[in-house]
């Protein structure tokens, strides 16, 4: 049999169909209100099997493959998600006791990254769980800890609280879970970076300036252009790992790795260009082309960085030298 690099035909008919219902539960301008999602959009993406897509059917979930579940993911990216959602959607991957947990009263997992004695956590408003990252230790599903002291409720989205009286982990995810996680968020991130691209060319096609659309003129053509081709590739390097995840290939990790690395790359350069095609109105406050990369840098961060998958992409194959890649990454743009 030969390899598959790809996922199939119905595979991405599937997560097309879901896309199309995820757009009217989740559209952008509910960003606007709030950056959390509301209690009917919860039950309307439970009520969608959402939140049970790589659920074992014998536990009442869709049991659907690593490659299904990016897929579907990736509308989730475009939508612009809240990343509690997907810490939902990953504690079901932290064995049996994470599916549980996940599912149990309808349970809501806050998404956090650890640093230190300190946490801080990204939405989750009525979370019972929260999983937390950090550069230590696994991936882990904690109780949400109600006593908690919060030091900081300015940031955006997000909350700073003390990481202490956590207690013990609920669920660790082993090495391979863990991958399953980042491949989740790299699916994500590909999704976002698909959004900026699509909200840039909407927009270059309907601003006008010396009685032409901007989208007319070269420099907005080269924007938009070298943004379609980094949500192609974030795309294509998601669905290729996905692959690989789900033929147990030995490259999984290192396809993985990489997927992490492209789609948050993409992400956050799409989001800025977005930013630049839409001028003055792309950071302001009322406009919602700022918002995209803000949610970029929060998952690249809840990920753990992109020095840090490049690094384990290094890891995953010692004959690659990446320090040099590293180095014009960090010159060109700035993104960690």
């Known amino acids: 049999m030969s390899e598959?690099?790809?996922p199939d035909r119905d595979q991405i008919a599937l997560a097309r169909s879901m896309g199309e219902s995820l757009r009217s539960i989740l559209p952008l301008s509910r960003l606007q209100g709030t950056h959390d999602e509301s209690a009917a959009t919860w039950t309307a993406l439970r009520d969608l099997g959402v939140l049970g897509i790589s659920t074992p059917a014998e536990d009442g979930g869709s049991g659907l493959d690593a490659a299904e579940e990016a897929l579907i993911v990736i509308e989730l990216g475009r939508q612009l998600v809240d990343?509690?959602?997907?810490?939902?959607?990953?504690?079901?991957?932290?064995?049996?006791?994470?599916?549980?947990?996940?599912?149990?009263?309808?349970?809501?997992?806050a998404a956090a990254y650890g640093r230190g004695d300190r946490l801080v956590v990204v939405g989750g408003q009525g979370a019972n769980l929260l999983l937390v990252r950090c550069e230590s230790a696994p991936p882990?599903?904690?109780?949400?800890?109600?006593?908690?002291?919060?030091?900081?409720?300015?940031l955006w989205s997000t909350r700073l609280l003390e990481a202490a009286g956590l207690g013990e982990p609920l669920a660790t995810a082993t090495p391979a879970e863990a991958m399953r996680l980042r491949l989740l968020d790299a699916a994500a991130l590909a999704g976002l970076a698909q959004a900026a691209l699509g909200m840039a060319v909407q927009y270059a096609g309907v601003r006008e300036q010396f009685g032409r659309a901007i989208g007319s003129f070269q420099a907005v053509k080269h924007h938009c252009a070298n943004m379609a081709l980094a949500a192609r590739c974030a795309c294509d390097q998601v669905g290729f790992a996905a692959i690989a995840v789900d033929d147990d290939r030995e490259d999984a990790a290192l396809q993985v790795e990489s997927a992490l690395f492209v789609a948050g790359s993409a992400a956050i350069e799409n989001s800025g260009k977005n930013i630049q095609v839409h001028g003055g109105i792309g950071f302001s406050e009322e406009a919602v082309p700022h918002r995209l990369l803000k949610r970029a840098r929060v998952l690249v961060q809840l990920a753990g960085g992109l020095e840090a998958a490049l690094s384990r992409v290094t890891s995953c194959s010692p004959a690659l030298d990446a320090r040099p890649v590293l180095g014009d990454v960090v010159a060109g743009s700035g993104k960690r």
Do not use: K, N
């Open 140 to 154: 882990r599903l904690f109780a949400f800890p109600p006593s908690s002291r919060v030091l900081d409720e300015t």
């Open 83 to 109: 990343p509690s959602v997907l810490a939902t959607l990953g504690a079901t991957h932290l064995g049996s006791r994470g599916r549980h947990l996940a599912a149990e009263g309808e349970g809501r997992v």
């Open 4 to 6: 598959r690099y790809l």
